[in-house]
């Protein structure tokens, strides 16, 4: 089910667009308090619907904030309509924008059509399981703090990662990796699978399995 998160000091327009989005089968979580999106895990939503004008931190503000942690669309609801507002807006990361008060059926349609346009690839960062890629910082978080990972052995796993439950052999994941002129051999894979797993059980969790006789996968 599509996920929506709406951030709006109003709790009457809170419950308006719930109710709205609610009856296209959106499943739609509500917060009234922009100072506390920390609790949120934003990742597991595919639009954010964004108020402006809030007290203690305003939407441009917010949005700031959030922007390099989500790729999914970010819509302004705003009662400002000066061409200054919208561009300063849209130039923080904001996607679309609609002005209140504003109607059901527009609300819907542009919902709708932002969430037909996602198809578009992740670029900044994307979760697979519990563990959180930053694609820009090149950096795996799990449950909230960063692995030790070397160069090498992020891309590793953010290959295995984005195409997980795939199974790569060794020579796949280095031709990926190092590229097809490396300077070494497949069996460097077999080293650095071997301290990811190390560094990623100190943390706590396994994610790298085994084919024997093929290669490996990320569960």
Not at 90 to 113: H, M, N, Q, S, W
Request: proline fraction near 2%.
């Amino acid at each position: 089910m599509t996920r929506i998160l709406a951030i709006d000091d109003e709790k009457d327009i809170l419950m308006l667009i719930k109710n709205a989005l609610a009856k296209e089968g959106y499943d739609v979580t509500l917060l009234s308090d922009p100072l506390k999106i920390g609790e949120v895990n934003l990742n597991a939503y595919q639009l954010i619907l964004l108020d402006v004008m809030m007290p203690g931190q305003d939407g441009f503000s917010l949005c700031r904030d959030i922007r390099d942690q989500v790729d999914c669309p970010i819509l302004f609801l705003t009662a400002k309509v000066q061409e200054a507002d919208i561009m300063e807006g849209l130039g923080i990361g904001g996607d679309d924008y609609i002005t209140k008060p504003f109607g059901i059926g527009e609300l819907r349609a542009r919902v709708a059509a932002h969430l037909r346009r996602e198809g578009r690839e992740k670029k900044n960062a994307v979760s697979v399981g519990d563990v959180q890629f930053l694609l820009q910082a090149k950096q795996a978080v799990y449950e909230g703090k960063a692995l030790e990972l070397t160069k090498s052995e992020y891309a590793i796993c953010e290959y295995l990662a984005l195409n997980h439950g795939q199974v790569f052999s060794k020579d796949r994941i280095y031709e990926h990796v190092f590229g097809y002129d490396g300077e070494g051999d497949s069996s460097a894979i077999t080293e650095h699978i071997k301290n990811i797993r190390g560094k990623c059980q100190k943390a706590g969790f396994a994610p790298i399995e085994t084919v024997w006789g093929i290669g490996y996968r990320w569960k």
